[in-house]
């Protein structure tokens, strides 16, 4: 085959590579808070703003809050984000003795249980539950947003308002004495306070998918105000309270890629096709068979021909020369 096919294929390929590439996916709406799902609420740019913004360190770790308080470590600013009823429910003890020890833990869930705000002296009144029906129906039709109104760090921040996608706030606490409020809705209902316990601080939010990509990238300033009260100490994040949904494992292609030995028996199946795509795409015929030419007898012909003649010619010039003796 010549050099032009191959280039043609090859060509082929990258195109179709491309334009694969820059087909639009479709997004799945399923709050994981997977510090490897891209998806709108997943917590790879979350997880990816803070590992550079937060000056004593950021990661993110399966450990439950047990575990963490056996460690014997300085305090560090913990965060937990849930939302309903998935995965393992936080201890509330271990939870109020992290606290106290001097750590500071935010706590974002759509709904807190009732041991822990009768522990609190406070009380959470549950809106709506995430459902991610619900969700696209309120974004094709326009639903009005809700208003969080920021009201907290009055020396620092400038009160400030943010328009919010009413199935984001899942939940609103009330009678917050003594804690702080820091953001409420409609001027009324608290979505995040301050609850300070012994040398420590209990961050309660009741809009866990503020914290999500999708958050991220819409709702910076709040999420940052949120982040900036964890900023003085080194932040862990634990997923122990989390379904493990192994984002980062449900392609088989990853899984292949990260092995070395898997890796290059992709990369040879995909030679393998490409070949067998480039064989194939030839026009295919019967096999002509060689034949031998037929002998030229010709020129053998003129050279006996031309023999006879010398042959004969010497013969008369002999016959005349014994003529001429006998004369």
């Known amino acids: 085959m010549s050099r032009k096919f191959w280039l043609f294929i090859v060509a082929l390929m990258v195109l179709l ?14 709050p994981t808070f997977a510090h ?10 979350f997880d ?6 937060m000056p004593h360190g950021y990661t993110v770790c399966r450990k439950s809050l047990s575990q963490l308080a056996l460690e014997k470590a300085s305090p560090r600013s913990i965060i937990i984000i849930q939302t309903g009823y998935q995965g ?3 201890n509330n003890d271990t939870l109020i003795a992290l606290a106290s020890r001097g750590n500071r833990i935010l706590y974002a869930d759509s709904y807190f249980s009732s041991e822990l705000c009768d522990t609190l002296r406070i009380h959470c009144s549950s809106e709506n539950y995430f459902s991610e029906s619900n969700f696209r129906k309120s974004m094709e039709r326009d639903t009005p947003y809700d208003t969080i109104h920021w009201t907290g760090d009055s020396t620092v921040y400038q009160p400030s308002i943010t328009s919010v996608h009413p199935q984001f706030i899942n939940a609103c606490i009330l009678d917050t004495i003594p804690a702080v409020p820091l953001a409420k809705i409609h001027y009324r209902d608290v979505v995040a306070l301050s609850y300070p316990i012994g040398k420590g601080e209990l961050i309660l939010v009741t809009t866990p998918l503020m914290f999500t990509n999708y958050g991220m990238l819409n709702y910076t300033e709040y999420v940052h105000r949120l982040m900036n009260r964890l900023k003085p100490l080194p932040v862990v994040r ?8 192994n984002v980062a494992e449900s392609s088989p292609f990853r899984e292949l890629l990260k092995r070395p030995p898997l890796r290059w028996a992709l990369y040879l199946v995909l030679l393998g096709v490409v070949l ?8 295919r015929q019967r096999a002509i068979p060689v034949e031998t030419p037929p002998r030229n007898y010709q020129l053998d012909f003129i ?4 023999t006879l003649q010398y042959m004969k010619q010497k013969q008369n010039k002999i016959w005349k020369k014994e003529k001429k003796e006998e004369a």
């Open 17 to 30: 590579l491309a334009l694969e590439y820059q087909m639009p996916r479709r997004f799945v709406w399923n």
């Open 36 to 45: 490897d799902d891209r998806q709108p609420f997943g917590c790879y740019v």
């Open 48 to 53: 990816s703003v803070l590992a550079t913004t």
């Open 88 to 90: 393992e429910r936080v």
């Open 238 to 245: 634990t997923e122990a309270y989390m379904p493990n949904y």
């Open 276 to 283: 067998m795509m480039g064989f194939n795409a030839r026009r």
């Open 303 to 306: 050279r006996h021909i031309g």
